[in-house]
């Protein structure tokens, strides 16, 4: 492998110490005096490598500028497919820049190992939350983190490279008339409100309780009062912490994703300012859309039911609205508002929570033909597919395997047969099937196609929700293989066709995302010390509990 010396323009060997001395050079001008911390290695055969981009200080901002000046349609809200092309679609990756990767290398196949564009025409849409590693809701539900406040696998400034590396692709991906498509979430959203009245906002401790200690110590600001707040507090007495401090640590990455600031800069830029998108006939959306929502939008603009471009006018309207708060942090309507609330496009979980009943899928349907787009399929995240209850109610069903490659296994696609065997996991206590309890990537609502027209593709598959709780008490009921089978860095494929049903399939990277084993074993020996009144030996030692 090569470098260009900056001066001479000449390629060097990065094996030379002279190809070294330029290589530290450009991480260092790249992450600002950064190292890139190398994660625990891996078997040959999984290795992937850390993006090096070249850069210099201000390349944040051409960049983003290039994305805008070079690639046409940018934020459209529709894409008309060819017959035969692909279409990725991605979950939550919450923070952890190796769940992307291995989404894009190992299941995808659309990044090589330099995480240089490889795809050709494939569209990928990622849909929502790629931000906010850790999770505080209490001393139960916490992220494993180290006694430096460091969560599974985290490298300095994450949520930064990630951005940057999709910004990369963007450019990249455009000159193969491949495309990135980066759609909001509630985390996002959140961020991007701030403390604008009237709007479901973030306090100061909502950032400092979905960022680990060290994303927030490495958030640009007020480094004593950072330093101060954290230290060694959130480590194994991770519930014991002045709570005070913490959130002035907060207030920092807040203000860094404050619209037009730098962290905004970097996910809204090259394709991010949006919240729904619609890709031949699926339209993707973070959380949902009901029909409350539409009714309200299109009255409000003054359109009529039986206009043809209905559909098409909410989505750009939802969109447009995005970008309007982007640019104007001062921007605020009641359309907006309706869009972002609980009831709104990255909020609503009718569609995706374990909740669902059978009855939902005649309201999508309506919520479909309402917009115009009664042919189409609806993907969401969001809520992730963990849940043990989300099959009591409604008929959810996960595609049978069909194949595997050198680094994924294929799902799919649906064979057009009502004798195909897939799991129903409404009926699967009466089933002798060799089903997973806990799925990946699930369907509901099938046509007569025996395609889903409601597809959930949030598996959780971000180390921040490592959290050593719930993997214990999955453990202990017997499923800890089926838990971390379901967790794999997973995507939807979808090949378009005009004269037939769309090809379906899911592919499931063969590989665990890395875990610090003395890490983690480690956190566990401390449990005892930790949780006195709640350790229980039956929980299981990390060799009991880790990935096979």
């Known amino acids: 492998m ?3 010396d900056p001066f001479t323009n000449d390629k060097v060997s990065v094996e030379t110490k002279k190809g070294q001395s330029i290589l530290k050079n450009y991480i260092k001008n790249y992450f600002s005096g950064g190292v890139i911390p190398e994660p625990p290695p891996l078997p040959p055969a999984q290795r992937v490598q850390a993006p090096i981009l070249k850069r210099v200080k201000s390349n944040d901002k051409t960049v983003g500028f290039r994305c805008e000046t ?26 952890d820049i190796e769940a992307l990767r291995f989404c894009l290398k190992y299941a995808a196949n659309v990044i090589d190992d330099s995480d240089n564009w490889i795809g050709g025409s494939t569209f990928v849409v990622l849909a929502g939350d790629m931000i906010d590693r850790a999770r505080r809701k209490n001393r139960i539900m916490m992220s494993v983190m180290d006694e430096d406040g460091r ?6 400034h994450e949520e930064l490279k990630i951005q940057r590396l999709l910004n990369k692709l963007a450019l990249q991906s455009n000159e193969q008339n491949g495309r990135i498509i980066k759609l909001m979430g509630n985390h996002e959203i959140m961020l991007l409100n701030q403390k604008t009245p009237g709007l479901k906002k973030p306090s100061d ?7 680990t200690n060290f994303g927030l110590i490495n958030e640009k600001g007020n480094k004593t009062n950072v330093t101060r707040a954290l230290g060694n507090k959130l480590g194994f007495q991770g519930y014991k912490y002045n ?7 907060g207030k920092n990455r807040t203000k860094n994703y404050a619209p037009a600031k730098s962290g905004a800069n970097l996910l809204m830029n090259c394709g991010g300012k949006r919240m729904i998108v619609k890709v031949g006939d699926w ?13 309200h939008t299109l009255r409000g603009l003054g359109i009529q039911l039986n206009d043809p471009n209905r559909g098409k006018i909410f989505l750009e309207k939802a969109n447009e609205t995005l970008r309007q708060r982007f640019n104007d942090p001062n921007f605020l309507n009641e359309i907006y508002k309706s869009f972002t609330d609980r009831y709104g496009l990255v909020w609503n979980r009718k569609f995706s929570s374990s909740g669902f009943l059978e009855r939902y899928c005649h309201d999508l349907l309506d919520v479909l033909k309402y917009m115009g787009f009664p042919n189409s ?9 963990m849940n043990l209850g989300l099959f009591k109610k409604g008929k959810t069903y996960i595609l049978p395997k069909k194949g595997e490659t050198a680094n994924s296994e ?35 609502c099938p046509d007569a196609d025996r395609i889903g027209k409601l597809w959930r593709i949030d598996v959780a598959m971000s180390r921040g929700f490592d959290l050593m709780n719930d993997i214990q008490k999955i453990f202990m009921k017997g499923h800890i293989d089926d838990y971390w089978e379901a967790r794999k860095p997973q995507v939807l494929e979808i090949i378009h066709h005009n004269r037939i049903p769309d090809e379906v399939r899911v592919l499931k990277s063969k590989h665990h995302l890395p875990r610090n084993e003395a890490m983690l074993k480690k956190y566990i020996d401390n449990q005892s010390v930790r949780d006195l009144n709640l350790y229980d030996p039956r929980k299981g030692t990390w060799d009991d509990l880790k990935p096979k």
């Open 410 to 444: 294929i799902y799919g696609p649906i064979v057009h047969s009502r004798e195909e065997i897939r799991c129903n996991y409404r009926d699967l206590v009466h089933s002798n099937l060799n089903c997973p309890v806990i799925p990946g990537i699930t369907y509901q």
């Open 2 to 4: 090569n470098i260009i």
């Open 151 to 156: 969560g599974v696998g985290e490298i300095k």
């Open 243 to 249: 709570k005070a401090d913490l959130i002035e640590a």
């Open 283 to 295: 339209i993707i959306v973070h959380g949902g859309i009901r029909m409350g929502l539409v009714i």
């Open 70 to 95: 070079e690639i046409q349609h940018l934020n459209d809200s529709i894409y008309n497919r060819d017959d035969g092309s692909r279409t990725i679609v991605m979950g939550d990756i919450h923070g």
């Open 377 to 385: 399929r609806l993907v969401l995240a969001h809520c992730n597919q």
């Open 205 to 211: 401790s909502w950032s400092s309780k979905y960022s």
